[in-house]
């Protein structure tokens, strides 16, 4: 026998041992459906990144189009997404109470006065500073536009709020009324100036400051608060690719699923300011254990906020950069056939801005330019995030909404009626594209579930055909059994001994929607709901 003969036979039996090895490979483990990440590995070396705005814009917005998408990382064998540094389940998996949506992170009790002020800067968008409160906890303060009081301190204290109840890492957010003999200055405290180099701050620096925010009647201001993240900042992360410093950050995070679902949840929200540079990795010790959380932050442009006016009502809408159809349809047109958004109606009410419901598409909603995890979703990815949004009552919105501290009850009304609106939109058009069959539970010898498109009343009430096969789980092949039709267990499933697998086909009869697969692991006398798989 030649030298290539046995170089050709040896590869050939390393291909058919990776094959048999891949085909004895279970598909479910003893832990399944995991609900937590284990224990992250300890962070060594992180080195801090910076992120340039401008090269992301004009890097992202060439992404008008995605290679073939792969599934979601970083999801469970039910395909929810499990606790993590990026993500812990809240209000979807366990219903907050009204106190604890409107607390949100940290600490309950608000910034105790007097202030001192530590830092500032002037120029650029909006002026702000840093400052302290009496317990010694830091703050970065940001004010509202003069002509538009409220409106960005209300959208970042709102979203954030929303966010951190579905899950995210957010900073703590406080609308405070402060008065200017409410403040004090450092003897560090150092100003930066657009264009200029840093210098210490006068106290005519802060009255500068504080004469470009909306006062009150009685002479008082309004800032929002945001308590400094503990931990040492190593920069924001990129919506796609890893942290080659971070050994727990082994998914893409374009695969992410709590990450290509923030298009559905910023949908919502209308935060189209979803840049790299608005999130932040922070390198935290706990259990002795240093690793790296993930944040999301600066929420002053989303609802009906651009930051320093009302959002360009375009936004939402369009990209910033146009694409290449919509720029060709404009010329073609002179110009002279408005876009859908140009018919938008807006509440006459300066707190609000521009943020409405009528014209808002789920499917067609954008951030200001192509974000690659969003362009990289899949219709799981849409219908996850959709049940983080229809997990929010009409009562939660007003809660949160509430937090804004909003003057005029006007707005409080017409910011609950618009986000409640949208989040309907947005449960009714991610529920029609795969059959929406969840919260699986065995009862009484009976495999039971909810319609989330029934149960929001998107639709009347359906019937329902189930398949029942009993799966291998190391082959991953099924053999047909018993019950075909009936949620009701088969008899082979209710006398099958403690480790078997079965696998349910629920069908929505006369519905052209694809059936969901259920895996049931039999244990002791109990099933197990270990896996679904969802087609479109």
């Not at 060439?62 to 809240?90: C, I, K, M, Y």
């Not at 040492?232 to 727990?248: A, L, V």
């Not at 010790?285 to 006016?309: K, T």
Request: charged fraction near 25%; proline fraction near 8%; aromatic fraction near 10%.
């Amino acid at each position: 026998m030649g030298q290539t003969q046995q170089y050709f036979l040896i590869l050939l039996l390393v291909i058919t041992l990776l094959k048999s090895a891949a085909g004895e490979s279970p598909r479910f483990f003893a832990d399944d459906p995991i609900r937590a990440m284990p224990a992250p590995l300890p962070v060594k070396n992180p080195h801090p990144q910076d992120i340039n705005d401008s090269l992301d814009f004009f890097a992202d917005s060439w992404h008008w189009t995605q290679s073939r998408p792969r599934p979601a990382g970083a999801v469970n064998t039910l395909g929810e997404v499990p606790d993590s540094e990026w993500f812990t389940n809240r209000h979807a998996r366990r219903r907050l109470s009204r106190d604890e949506l409107q607390r949100g992170p940290g600490p309950s009790e608000a910034p105790v006065p007097p202030f001192t002020v530590t830092g500032g800067k002037s120029g650029g968008i909006m002026p702000g500073f840093r400052m302290k409160d009496s317990k010694g906890r830091s703050y970065f303060v940001k004010v509202d536009p003069l002509n538009y009081p409220e409106l960005a301190s209300a959208a970042d204290v709102i979203v954030s709020r929303f966010l951190y109840a579905i899950g995210y890492n957010t900073p703590k957010n406080e609308v405070v009324n402060v008065t200017l003999p409410g403040l004090r200055i450092s003897d560090t405290a150092k100003i930066t100036i657009l264009g200029e180099r840093p210098r210490k701050m006068t106290w005519g620096d802060v009255e500068q400051i504080v004469k470009q925010v909306p006062h009150y009647d009685d002479g008082s201001f309004r800032i929002l608060a945001s308590l400094a993240i503990g931990g040492e900042s190593i920069g924001p992360f990129q919506f796609e690719g890893t942290r080659s410093d971070d050994p727990n950050d082994i998914v893409p995070h374009e695969d992410r699923r709590d990450l290509r679902g923030l298009n559905v949840i910023y949908g919502w929200l209308n935060n189209t300011d979803a840049k790299a540079s608005n999130t932040l990795d922070v390198v935290v010790a706990e259990n002795g254990i240093r690793f790296v959380r993930h944040y999301l932050l600066d929420f002053g442009s989303a609802l009906g906020s651009d930051g320093d006016a009302p959002k360009d009502p375009r936004l939402g809408h369009e990209f910033m950069l146009s694409t290449p159809g919509n720029a060709l349809k404009r010329f073609v047109s002179l110009g002279l056939a408005p876009a859908r958004w140009e018919r938008a109606h807006f509440p006459d009410l300066p707190a609000v801005g521009n943020f409405e419901s009528h014209l808002f598409d789920p499917d067609q909603w954008k951030s200001d330019y192509p974000n690659p995890a969003f362009m990289s979703r899949m219709p799981d990815d849409d219908y996850w995030a959709a049940k983080q949004v229809m997990a929010f009552t009409d009562d939660d919105i007003r809660a949160i909404v509430e937090t804004a501290r909003y003057a005029d009850p006007r707005s409080s009304e017409y910011m609950i009626a618009t986000l409640a609106e949208r989040r309907n939109k947005i449960g009714k058009s991610y529920f029609s594209r795969i059959l929406p069959v969840d919260f699986f539970r065995v009862e009484n010898k009976e495999l039971l579930f909810d319609d989330l498109a029934v149960r929001y009343g998107f639709r009347n009430p359906r019937s329902y055909e189930v398949r029942w096969s009993k799966f291998d789980n190391v082959r991953q092949t099924h053999q047909a059994v018993s019950g075909w039709g009936s949620t009701h267990l088969p008899p082979e499933a209710i006398r099958a001994l403690s480790g078997a697998y079965f696998c349910a086909d629920i069908r929505a009869v006369g519905d052209p929607l694809k059936p969901v697969s259920v895996y049931l692991r039999k244990e002791d006398n109990a099933f197990r709901v270990v896996g679904v798989d969802r087609k479109w």
